[in-house]
């Protein structure tokens, strides 16, 4: 079974800083990998995934088949970006997501 | 566009009735819906998989007589809690993945808050 971890419950930075938040996964396969983003009351809505290779809010995401990472990225951090944010993995074949346990991201002024 | 709604928003009942929610995708069809439940500060669970006309697909350790589902249409799948008790209280969340459309894309409702007393 797949499985998708983000060793980081709650990640903090200041304003203008770089912001990694981590994601790992484990799957036999070659899997789809995406960033779903929570911000403060509203619902979930995607961010990015990785086959479109594409820079979302100044957010980037690298898929390391090598290391099994998929690490979120933005190099200055605003403070619109405090929300937090799931990593989900979607096996080859299905349609279903696996989620991570989410980083909560806190960007302070 | 891809606007999914829920109803209700949050539903208080007693223990031993049961609960209805209703999952919308309000402009555009959806031939697959997802059911989540969220734990306080935890992630979301997948519970089960609804395809317009057939039978869900649950995933383990959720019982299908519980939590009943129904995808009667390519705009509506209902999650129906049976026999509802304290423990089933939680955050249930759905999705929609829109017809035609490939890749793990999912759009979000809002979620319910079940609270059983």
């Known amino acids: 079974a797949q499985r998708v971890t983000q060793p980081e419950k709650l990640l903090s930075v200041f304003k203008g800083a770089p912001v990694e938040l981590k994601c790992n996964y484990s799957?036999?396969?070659?899997?789809?990998l995406f960033w779903y983003v929570q911000y403060s009351r509203q619902r979930l809505q995607l961010l990015l995934r990785h086959i479109s290779r594409e820079s979302i809010k100044g957010f980037t995401a690298d898929l390391n088949k090598g290391e099994t990472s998929f690490h979120l990225k933005k190099p200055f951090a605003q403070e619109e970006d405090s929300a937090m944010y799931y990593c989900a993995l979607k096996p080859s074949g299905y349609s279903t997501l696996t989620f991570g346990k989410g980083t909560m991201l806190l960007v302070s002024p | 566009g891809a606007v999914v709604s829920q109803h209700p928003s949050r539903v208080i009942c007693k223990s031993g009735t049961s609960v209805k929610i209703e999952c919308r995708s309000l402009?555009?069809?959806?031939?697959?819906m997802f059911w989540y439940r969220q734990f306080p500060k935890q992630s979301l669970m997948l519970m089960a998989t609804?395809?317009?006309?057939?039978?869900?697909?649950?995933e383990q350790g959720v019982e299908k007589d519980k939590f009943l589902i129904n995808h009667a249409s390519l705009t509506l799948s209902t999650l129906t809690v049976t026999s509802a008790h304290p423990e089933d209280s939680s955050f249930y969340i759905c999705?929609?993945?829109?017809?035609?459309?490939?890749?793990?894309?999912?759009?979000f409702g809002p979620g319910t808050r079940l609270l059983v007393l």
């Open positions: 609804s395809n317009e006309g057939s039978k869900a697909t649950y």
């Open positions: 402009d555009f069809q959806a031939t697959t």
């Open positions: 799957y036999s396969g070659s899997p789809e």
């Open positions: 999705s929609a993945k829109r017809a035609g459309q490939g890749g793990g894309t999912q759009y």
